[in-house]
């Protein structure tokens, strides 16, 4: 962060670097969002309040659900199954939750705000220091349903906020970005969450621009404040020039996308290289389908999951991926296996001191088989079409792919023996580790294609937490080992002739993915939202365009000597494809 050598006057502008995780400008006046409290009064109770109790245990959740089915039914985001599915998680969360709270009023003769403390808390303290992220999300879920409930029974009322504001808040729940929503905001800053927090993900499908990482605790209520998604950047109390230039920039993008989706999407450029979706339902690609994609790129197995400790069953999971398979027909599906830790097989198992590095994914499965055996078997039994394949995550090698393969044949044939018909999937390799990338060639001998997982890429190669914001300078996606990387493995698929997928940030970044078709990547999945610019940027600019990009890029010696390589190329050659203001920080 940047910070002044003395405090700043009122009309003194000042800058703040934050992470982008939904892009965008927003102008407008500070608001902060109290610190949420789910505390309440303890109180003891006698065995004939118990069932009072209950009543109004029942009556708070009875209402939660009520809201919740109206998120994910047929009123508020009838369209949008990203959406939906985060709050498809809430209602399997609140089932579950309220039995513990029942069983608490029951056991310890306590009032119902005194048992849902206490349930929380316990399933807090079981994951303390190095609390893997996907954990972490949960946990945030599990306080918005309680929040959810105790706001039921306290009937409070929501807070308002003028419309246009910029929410600065610690941490922001998902249902609290949704319920911003209907006031549309200019945009939200939190000083905690990633890119693929829950809370992230609605505010980049609700298109309101988000940043994190951001202390503006300095900030009054009342200043102007400008949120730069796009860059990350935070302008507190700007001043004249800045606002017209920023004035200036939003009103060139609003002309820019208006001419973009009027514009077709068929050109021969794009024809030749894959657009797919990272989604997990058949709602959401059904929505997703008019675009033009061409299947789900990545399906995130562990999606289906609603808590620690309560994994779905066999026929739970045939059916998921039996929906799924069936809205995306022959376009075809990749289901990446669990990519889990122990905290999701049992809810008591103890914390991993640096779960990234630590028994999950593949290593999981192949400790624990009794978990892939069951996947593997629901996926086999949906797979009637033909049109699934999976993916193994975290690969280091191709010892965990012969391994995996016999598990499938295992699967396959005790299948077989109770009579049902077998459809063997493809099967892909998760290239997302430092091991991997070095062994591609042989990993590609071995697999039918290839992911390549951009996001934890970089995590790995560079040993930076991409959702730490105190190491946020360090997570470089241009740095010069990621390129060669990715031109490594590129290279290797080429050489075995298996198609290589790009996930991750980088597939749906505009910035990225003409250097990505340029380093040779022909299949890209994405969020459903970042679609249109992609075919929009591949038409544009064409693979001979995307080609001498990477062929810049390649010259780099520093992250920051490939980024302004790009951002010179990209404002000579295509500005009108980009954002105005997005190849160039506010200044």
Known sequence: MSASDHPPTQSEERRVKAIAVSRGIGIGPAVFLPESSLHSEHRKISAKAIETEIDRLRFGVDRSRANLDELVGTGTFPQNGSITGIFDTHLLILDSFAVKVEDRIRANYINVEWAIDTVLREAFERHGVGTPAHLREKQLDLKDVAAGILGELRSADRIQYPKGSVIIAGEIRPSTVVEFSHTAPAAIVALRGGWTSHSSILARELEIPMVTGADLSFVDVGDLVVVAGYTGEIVVRPDARTLLDIHGKKESEKLRVANL??????????????????????????????????????????????????????????????????????????????????????????????????????RLSLVDPAILTAQLSAILRANER??????????????????????????????????????????????????????????????????????????????????????????????????????????????????????????????????????????????????????????????????????????????????????????????????????????
């Open 386 to 587: 033909g049109n699934i394949s999976v993916v193994i995550p975290m690969v280091s090698g191709i010892t965990e792919i012969r391994r995996f393969r016999e598990l499938l044949v295992n699967s396959a044939q005790a299948l077989l023996l109770d009579g049902y018909s077998v459809n063997m999937p493809r099967v892909g390799a998760m290239i997302e580790v430092p091991s991997a990338v070095l062994t591609a060639a042989e990993i590609a001998a071995e697999v039918d294609f290839i992911c390549l997982g951009t996001n934890d890429l970089v995590q790995y190669l560079l040993a930076v937490d991409r959702d730490n914001a105190s190491v946020a300078d360090w997570y470089q996606t241009l740095h010069p080992a990621v390129l060669r990387a990715i031109e490594y493995v590129v290279a290797a698929g080429r050489g075995a002739g298996i198609p290589v997928t790009a996930c991750g940030e980088m597939a749906g970044s505009p910035f990225y993915i003409p250097l990505l078709v340029g380093l040779g990547i022909r299949d890209l999945s994405m969020s459903a939202g970042s679609v249109k610019a992609a075919q929009q940027l591949i038409g544009g600019i064409g693979i001979s365009g995307s080609e001498a990009i990477a062929h810049a890029a390649l010259k780099g010696k520093t992250a920051s000597e490939i980024d302004s390589a790009l951002r010179r190329l990209y404002s000579e050659h295509w500005p009108s494809l980009f954002p105005d203001g997005f190849l160039d920080e506010l200044h």
């Open 261 to 362: 989706w009027q514009s077709g999407n068929a050109t021969p450029e794009t024809s030749q290289v894959v657009i797919r979706v990272n989604l997990e339902s058949s709602l959401a690609y059904d929505a997703a389908r008019h675009l033009g994609v061409r299947g789900i790129g990545l399906y995130r197995s562990e999606s289906l999951i609603p808590r620690p400790g309560k994994l779905p069953s066999e026929d739970e999971q045939h059916a998921a991926y039996s929906r799924i398979a069936a809205s995306v027909g022959e376009a075809g599906i990749n289901i990446r296996t669990f990519d889990i830790g122990p905290e999701n097989i049992e809810e008591s198992a103890g914390f991993e001191r640096n779960p990234a590095l630590g028994l999950r994914a593949i």
